[in-house]
């Protein structure tokens, strides 16, 4: 049986980015989920991340910026950053720093939630 989802929400990019893929085959990638699930009939959310400046700002630049152009060429609503207002917040992760804990979950719910809804009620 398949499943035939109404929205779906894409939250992928942030392993690529730490690992110091190329932006554009991260932005490949993720426009071709996109295309997949409008292809199927679901509306899509996509959720951005942003990075530490490991690779120095000239990449965090490019990699933050795929999720505004895949967003405005795709024509799907976007979150900017999914860990918006308590990213710095340390207490809100997992020992490895990077995962965020049960605590942060109705924080990262608010986020999400601003651009979700309104999908929810067409």
């Given at each position: 049986?398949?499943?035939?989802?109404?929205?779906?929400?894409?939250?992928?990019?942030?392993?690529?980015?730490?690992?110091?893929?190329?932006?554009?085959?991260?932005?490949?990638n993720l426009e071709a989920i996109v295309r997949v699930c409008r292809s199927?009939?679901?509306?899509?959310?996509?959720?951005?991340?942003?990075?530490?400046?490991?690779?120095?700002?000239?990449?965090?630049?490019?990699?933050h910026a795929v999720f505004g152009e895949i967003a405005g060429r795709q024509?799907?609503?976007?979150?900017?950053?999914?860990?918006?207002?308590?990213?710095?917040?340390?207490?809100?992760?997992?020992?490895?720093?990077?995962?965020?804990?049960?605590?942060?979950?109705?924080?990262?719910?608010?986020?999400?939630?601003?651009?979700?809804?309104?999908?929810?009620?067409?």
């Open positions: 049986r398949r499943h035939r989802p109404s929205i779906v929400i894409v939250a992928l990019g942030a392993n690529d980015g730490l690992r110091g893929e190329k932006p554009e085959t991260m932005r490949l199927r009939g679901a509306r899509v959310l996509l959720l951005g991340m942003r990075l530490p400046p490991n690779y120095g700002k000239p990449y965090t630049e490019k990699f024509r799907v609503p976007l979150v900017p950053f999914l860990l918006e207002g308590f990213a710095e917040n340390r207490d809100y992760f997992q020992s490895d720093g990077l995962h965020p804990t049960a605590a942060a979950q109705p924080l990262i719910l608010e986020t999400v939630w601003k651009k979700l809804e309104p999908m929810l009620k067409r």
